[in-house]
T-cell receptor
């Protein structure tokens, strides 16, 4: 069974700091990797996708993928209180159906 | 910006009743999905739908569940005889098409079965 593991947190960082969120996955054949942000009581919002090894930057967000280590991470630079949410890692294999992790709760305190 | 919409936002029903959850996917998207999230749990895949038929379904999607695209815009999830354990947030999502895997989620329907 495909597993996607995340530390549930909470991860607490001060405003302006870099938040680092990590995710590991079990299926070595995984092909597509996503980070979603989910505010309490709301739906997942896609913030990053990454498909090949290395880094992908989009504004304050950087996704990092290491397929050999089966590891994907999300860095949030200059963290803001509005970034406080649960961050879901999702991974797809041969089908387009993602397996979600439980999510990491991020708290950015002023 | 186009978005997925869902109705109702909250549905309360009694055990054994049928419910229909409705979704309007993004207009140029071809793949549609239903997920559920029990409070405090992971987002779980239920079913995917393409070209007017189910393309994949999970073990959760048993005979009590069905999906339909009754017209060119709506996509529905029906639960025939609800159980207490069906209480969850149900999310509809859509994606553009084959090879484009980014999925965009609707706001969800909170289903409460009493």
């Amino acid at each position: 069974q495909k597993e996607v593991e995340q530390n549930s947190g909470p991860l607490s960082v001060p405003e302006g700091a870099i938040a680092s969120l990590n995710c590991t996955y079990s299926d070595r054949g995984s092909q597509s990797f996503f980070w979603y942000r989910q505010y309490s009581g709301k739906s997942p919002e896609l913030i990053m996708s990454i498909y090949s090894n290395g880094d992908k930057e989009d504004g304050r967000f950087t996704a990092q993928l290491n397929k050999a280590s089966q590891y994907v991470s999300l860095l949030i630079r200059d963290s803001q209180p509005s970034d406080s949410a649960t961050y879901l890692c999702a991974v797809t294999g041969g089908s387009y159906i993602p397996t979600f992790g439980r999510g990491t709760s991020l708290i950015v305190h002023p | 910006e186009p978005e997925v919409t869902q109705t109702p936002s909250h549905q309360v029903t009694q055990m054994g009743q049928e419910v229909i959850l409705r979704c309007v996917p993004i207009s140029n998207h071809l793949y549609f999905y239903w997920y559920r999230q029990i409070l405090g749990q992971k987002v779980e895949f239920l079913v995917s739908f393409y070209n007017n038929e189910i393309s994949e379904k999970s073990e959760i999607f048993d005979d009590q569940f069905s999906v339909e695209r009754p017209d060119g815009s709506n996509f529905t999830l029906k639960i025939r005889s609800t159980k207490l354990e069906d209480s969850a947030m149900y999310f509809c999502a859509s994606s553009e098409g084959q090879g484009v895997v980014e999925q965009y989620f609707g706001p969800g329907t909170r289903l409460t079965v009493t």
